[in-house]
């Protein structure tokens, strides 16, 4: 997104269109897509004043057309982009969305060696990420000061190597074998929650580099942001499995008749699975029990009697 397309104060408006509202176009679904990326005038058939965000803010800004793109690779999203064009100008061609779709491989392969790269090769604020980088035999070779001070509140098994606890080698080992083709990353990424003696939660993301000394894992350790600890809020809530899978897929973005396609459900069973999470959570909506979850709060409320 072109850094001068919108000023800040107008960016809480798209997050909320994003994260709260039923629109078309959605990053979440466009990282979905056989081709991930979509334009606007594509989504709505050539109606762009079907969407709330064309409506209500693009076209005041004098935009006609938006194209996105979720950068996917590995089975994780790093990163998005939104680029517009002006009224009066000519609508994206299906060319561009095709070009743009080509490059977002290599763009989200790039993106993720630039964080691994630069957690390596820079000192880290006290909140940033840090970086344990694992040869083949799991020696360390590198590790980064900051993730030596977010592992070291991790509590140590009996057994653990080089000080070093042993989640961060189970998600390696996830990580070598999803890169080796061994197991398939859309059964679940090379990544792990862990808390510290402190209560602070931590999350693990490990993946397979290529490097001229041959083959390395690669885990980054950082603090777990709302997005990543909001399954442990959903839990606080007494919810049972079926319904901290359904609210990690709402978050997500899906609609209930895709919910339901992922978890061999019918709809309406889902729609009744919603409920009842609305009713322990105590929100009204989908949107609600995201902002509940994501945007009101990094820990659990107390809950109520009877709860």
Known sequence: MPQDSFEPHEVP??????????????????????????????????????????????APKGF?????????EGGSCWGAVA??????????????????????????????????????STEQSPDGPGLVLLRGDHDVEAITLTAERWLAGVRLEAHATAGLPEVLYAVANHARRIGRGMEDASFGAARARVQTASGQWLVLHGSLLETSAGLRTAVIVEPARPPAIAPLIADAYGLTEREREIVRRVIQGLSTNQIAAA???????????????????????????VAQLLFQQCAPVPLRAGR
């Open 64 to 72: 006609d057309d938006e194209l996105r793109a979720a950068f996917v």
């Open 13 to 58: 408006r798209l997050a909320r269109n994003e994260y709260l509202e039923d629109d078309v176009n959605k990053f979440a679904a466009v990282a979905q897509r056989a081709i991930g990326a979509a334009t606007l005038h594509e989504a709505t058939s050539g109606h762009p004043h079907r969407s709330s965000r064309y409506r209500e803010v693009l």
């Open 83 to 120: 680029m517009y064009r002006m009224r009066g100008e000519r609508v994206y061609e299906r060319g561009e969305r095709e070009f743009l779709a080509e490059v977002a491989g290599c763009i989200a392969d790039g993106l993720r060696r630039a964080v691994l790269i630069r957690a390596l």
């Open 263 to 289: 978890l061999h459900l019918s709809p309406y069973t889902v729609q009744d699975h919603l409920k009842a999470i609305f009713e322990k959570v105590g929100v009204r909506s989908r949107r609600e029990l």
